[in-house]
């Protein structure tokens, strides 16, 4: 399936006209809280989002069981898995988590962290040596078999005076079908926001590994006086397809230096809503960011709490994604978000994770649907129903010069 999709991109890149493949629906796991269903609240919007899933060519497989655990949702995915085959799940509500710990070492601290990876990975084995609740061993396979991404709101409300988890979710459900039909488009440039402790050379390494992914221009912004908090707030408020922030960060706020200064300012997630960001995905190179256990996850925040956000990765613990290209490349050869984040994973997965990787990339975290793809690669109308065949038939929007 992948090889054939790749297959297909490969052709397409060379060929400015289309590509003609047959491919079996793969399987999609939509599991959603069972009393935010069983409630109906957010009926509509969930069945849209099914209904889209279908005719962008999988198979959408809806489950509101109550899961008693983590580990009874992973076995879940891994029976699918097993019996039906599963590309990746969508996570919809108030789920299980799991918490891995790292014990300190060097100049890492302790932490314990919320660890999506458990669900990504349902073959390896994961253990927990004190029996404390949380793991802290992953041998055997470790490499994920599939993706997973979370549409998690009840820890945004308290940010949103009169605002509920399910009329969160519906906002987003009617924002991405607005996106999948076109109907929401926005520049497709890209921004590189590098506060000074990665100006200069990582700043140019990863802002390159960004243009894979971007149709248009990278603006790239770096370093001193120039990276501070309310010269980030107002570039938000330009249209970017991507924005790639990297600032010191918590679960709730980004704090930008000026040289070894901490005086560059901070940004909280409760102002995002009113800066307005025209923005579609954020990739939150900012520690604890995604943490989604926490009230006001600025990584939610800004894939809910706004107009304009659909997607964002980010880190659940002190660290972050590195080697973006794993990622920003195969979203620029027009896979969906949840295929680039497996292949980012399994490029780390590759020999095993190290402890510099588990320190770093551990907590990483999708928030949002794993199944967009860029602007560039949504699909005709017209294709949508051959998708629903079992077809697909991709043009891009423009060509690209091929070397
Ligand atoms: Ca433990
Ligand atoms: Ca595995
Ligand atoms: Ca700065």
Known sequence: MKVKWFACVAILVCNPFFALVALAAENVEVVVNNSLYAGGQITVGLNQYLQNIQSQGYNPILTTTN??????????????????GLAGAVFIGDLPVTNYEIAAHG????????????????????????????????TGNVAPEIWVGRLLTHKLTGLHTGRTEAGMLNAYFARNNAYRASQLSISNNGLAYVDDDWSGYYASLWSNDMRAA????????????????????????????????????NPSSHHFKIGPDWSGGIVYNSELEAVDPQVFFYNLFACSNADYTADGYMAGEYVFGTDMGLLSVGSSKTGSMLNFNDYFGPLGAGNIFGEAWKNWWLARAGGGFSDYEKDWHYGMTMIGDPLLLTQEFIPEPTTLSLLMLGLVFIRRRKSRVCN
């Open 67 to 84: 899961f008693t655990d983590a580990s009874a949702l992973r076995a879940h995915l891994a029976n699918r898995h097993s019996s039906q």
């Open 214 to 249: 971007v149709g248009g221009a990278v603006t790239l912004i770096q370093n001193g006086a120039i990276t501070v908090a309310t010269d980030y707030k107002n570039r938000l408020q330009t249209e970017y397809e991507h924005v790639l922030l990297c600032a010191h960060s």
């Open 107 to 138: 100049s890492w601290s302790h932490d314990e962290f919320p660890c999506d990876l458990y669900f990504q990975d349902i073959n390896g084995t994961w253990g927990d040596s004190d029996s404390n609740g949380r793991y802290d061993s992953h």
